[in-house]
């Protein structure tokens, strides 16, 4: 079938000599008044030679092998994949923000400069801290400017001697991987057997070498850290400070704020939480937020406003461990941002979180039979489920992931975290109604039937997609890395 339909041909190997779209008269000019003749090249190699109707044929199919938000439920864990409204992308696209130049002067683009300041005035409203800087362009960038930034609080006060981040084995991937990045020694703990962090296992590790205890709340099992009060004060009284990552922040907005918890700093994902689209590569928007402690330390500039109403980005910031990305950070993604907040009241918000924890719930219970949580236990926005192996036949959860793929569903997050065996982690998000929820948790206990009965179709699984079940095996002994 596939071969009829040759969708999996590149286009170069759909060319045809001699076939064209458009077709122009040949220049009456010579191209070498326009472009120096150096440059002019002399042949076009291998370019796909198509029609029209091809080519906008060839892409189109592309195109809707994509999985996406706009055509299905999107179950990623610890991505929060919620639905992104299309008014918010038409108003970033608006000609005054798209094509604003970063070095107009700021009389031109007051308005942008507005609503960037009311982004962070929200920012700090729903969080409590007191600063935000919108620069990084990710949640992982925006560790890596949280951490830089206790570095320079920790050099103001000539605290040399702190060498070491302190990362829970629940924490995202991202977080060993940015301390290390940052030249500091990670000292990883292991979680109690309730999945949350071991008390005793931090006091053990905090000593005066350490800088920042780094905490994923809700962390990667989809567990609140209900100690997270005595966590705050046990790191404070070791002189080091508390950084939050707040890309789970969607299981909190609205309920609490994380300066009531003795955050000192965190950051967002506006493209998770607040509504920006996320994935395929597109820019992100890791906001970072601090107590005022540690405030003058954030990157420079912020987004002040002066006494006469007006807004700038002039202001001194002597203390600014300096600039972590050019200008003032994804402009279009915090415009999307600042939409979706604005959009909604505070008891709104607060709905929304409560809506992702339900729906993650909801799933988990639906879900209890067939692949148990790991930690049994009412969770957070997400759940993270495992396989029970004397029931299985031998198949695993890449097998179920894969299998997933036959019935229309992307698949969850799998083999992480890592301290759950066989982990499927579901996020479902506060965006997604009944009728998904129970189509994907239906689709799941079939699979479960199906490893009772045929487990064999279970293992080699995908069936029906554009590439089956590869060979992990012989991909990773002979690679082939040509078309
Ligand atoms: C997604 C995520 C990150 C990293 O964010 P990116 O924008 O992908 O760099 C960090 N921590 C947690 C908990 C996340 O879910």
């Given at each position: 079938m596939q071969e009829i339909l040759a969708t999996n041909k590149l286009s170069i190997e759909k060319s045809h000599a001699g076939r064209r779209g458009v077709r122009f008269e040949k220049p009456q000019f010579s191209p070498d008044k326009y472009v120096p003749a150096k440059y002019l090249r002399k042949s076009v190699d291998r370019l796909p030679e198509m029609t029209e109707q091809d080519t906008v044929r060839h892409f189109t199919n592309l195109s809707r092998q994509n999985y996406c938000l706009d055509s299905h439920f999107y179950p990623l864990g610890?991505?929060?994949?919620k639905y992104n409204p299309k008014a918010y992308d038409r108003l970033s696209a608006l000609d005054g923000f798209a094509n604003a130049h970063p070095f107009a002067p700021e009389e031109a683009v007051q308005g942008t400069l507005e609503i960037l300041y009311n982004l962070q005035e929200l920012l700090k409203e729903i969080t409590g801290l007191s600063a935000f800087t919108l620069?990084?362009?990710?949640g992982a960038h925006g560790e890596l400017t949280g951490i830089l930034t206790a570095r320079a609080y920790f050099d103001a006060k000539k605290d040399k001697k702190r060498t070491e981040v302190i990362v829970p084995d629940t924490a995202h991937g991202t977080n060993p991987a940015t301390s290390n990045m940052a030249g500091y020694k990670v000292i990883n703990i292991h979680s109690g057997p309730d999945g949350r962090v071991d008390l005793n296992a931090l006091q053990n590790a905090l000593?005066?070498?350490?800088?920042v205890v780094m905490l994923t709340v809700p962390n990667t099992v989809g567990l609140f850290e209900k100690d997270i009060r005595q966590i705050a004060d046990m790191v404070h009284k070791a002189g080091a400070l508390l950084y939050m990552?707040?890309?789970?922040f969607n299981a909190l907005i609205g309920v609490a704020k994380s300066a009531d918890f003795g955050v000192d700093i965190m950051h967002l994902n506006l493209h998770k939480t607040f509504a920006a689209p996320h994935g395929g590569g597109g820019p992100g928007s890791g906001p970072v937020g601090a107590a005022a402690h540690v405030a003058?330390?954030?990157?420079?500039?912020l987004v002040e406003k002066l006494p006469n109403g007006t807004f700038t980005v002039r202001g001194k910031m002597p203390k600014s461990l300096g600039k972590m990305k050019s200008f003032y950070g994804n402009i279009a993604v915090c415009l999307r941002g600042y939409a979706y907040l604005r959009q909604f009241d505070g008891k709104t918000l607060k709905e929304i979180a409560e809506n992702a924890v339900l729906n993650a719930n909801y799933m988990r219970v639906l879900l209890k039979e067939a692949f148990p949580a790991f930690f049994d236990t009412v969770c957070m926005h997400e759940c993270v489920l495992t396989i029970q192996k004397d029931k299985m036949n031998g198949v695993h959860t890449t097998d179920v992931a894969k299998r997933l793929l036959d019935y229309g569903f992307y698949a969850p997050t799998i083999y992480f975290p890592l301290i759950v065996p066989e982990a499927i982690m579901i996020e479902p998000t506060e965006t997604e109604n009944r009728d998904a929820l129970e189509a994907f948790a239906k689709a799941l206990c079939v699979i479960f039937d199906e490893a009772q009965k045929e487990p064999q179709l279970v293992k080699d699984a995908p069936h029906n997609q554009p590439v089956c079940r590869i060979d992990e095996v012989g991909a990773a002994r002979e690679p082939n890395l040509h078309w």
């Open positions: 610890s991505c929060t994949m620069q990084p362009a990710a000593s005066e070498r350490t800088a990552d707040g890309a789970n003058p330390y954030l990157p420079k500039p």
